[in-house]
Structures are given as structure tokens and as C-alpha cells.
């Protein structure tokens, strides 16, 4: 069956970096664009960045571009969000999203950006 499992999320402070990773498993990883979505208190869920399958498409909310970067390795099955330049709006729980026939997430990692 079809599992994500963030990983890398914690308390930084303002100005800071974090990395996530989202390890995947069962399905075949290199054929699919994977997305990094994230859910602040009170708020909807928003789409952060996506990732083609071959890694060569990229894509970034406004309020993430030049900040973040979305990567991949596809012989470990595992995508990557690089955040730098943290700030407290950041602050959100953040998944990994994939869509094939039906639509999978991951359980989330917490991400908190506070002085």
C-alpha cells in the first residue's frame, strides 16, 4: 500500500532553515510528481511546492519562492523540502502529497518558527 512519511520538521527560529523529507513506498516513485502542502492553525490547507517526476519541474507558491526548494532522489524514493529564511508564518504542519488513481498524504511534520 501507498506510504509517506514526513520527517525533519521542529522549532526554529526566525531566519532559520529546516529540512523535510518525505520517505514514499508502494507504488513507483520515479513515475509520479510529488507535492509539499501545509495547514497553519485556523487556516486551510495551502500548496507549498511541486516536483515533476523526473525532477526537472518546479514549481512554488509566491509566498515560499526564493526561499524554499522542492527536490527529489529518485533511487531512494524520498522528496525534500529545503527551507531557509524561515519565518513565523512558515509555522504550519506540513505533508507530502501524491496523486495517482486516488489521492494519498502523509501524517504531517510540525513545523514551528518562533523566537
Known amino acids: 500500500q501507498v506510504q509517506l512519511v514526513e520527517s525533519g520538521g521542529g522549532l526554529v527560529q526566525p531566519g532559520g532553515s529546516l529540512r523535510l523529507s518525505c520517505a514514499a513506498s508502494g507504488f513507483t516513485f520515479r513515475n509520479y510528481g510529488m507535492r509539499w502542502y501545509r495547514q497553519a492553525p485556523g487556516k486551510e490547507r495551502e500548496l507549498v511546492a511541486t516536483?515533476?517526476?523526473?525532477?526537472?519541474?518546479?514549481t512554488y507558491t509566491d509566498s515560499v519562492q526564493g526561499r524554499f526548494t522542492i527536490s527529489r532522489d529518485n533511487a531512494k524514493n524520498t522528496v525534500y523540502l529545503q527551507m531557509n529564511s524561515l519565518k513565523t508564518e512558515d509555522t504550519a504542519v506540513y505533508y507530502c502529497?501524491?496523486?495517482?488513481?486516488?489521492?494519498?498524504w502523509g501524517q504531517g511534520t510540525q513545523v514551528t518558527v518562533s523566537s
Open positions: 502529497y501524491v496523486r495517482r488513481v486516488s489521492v494519498y
Open positions: 516536483i515533476s517526476s523526473g525532477g526537472e519541474v518546479t
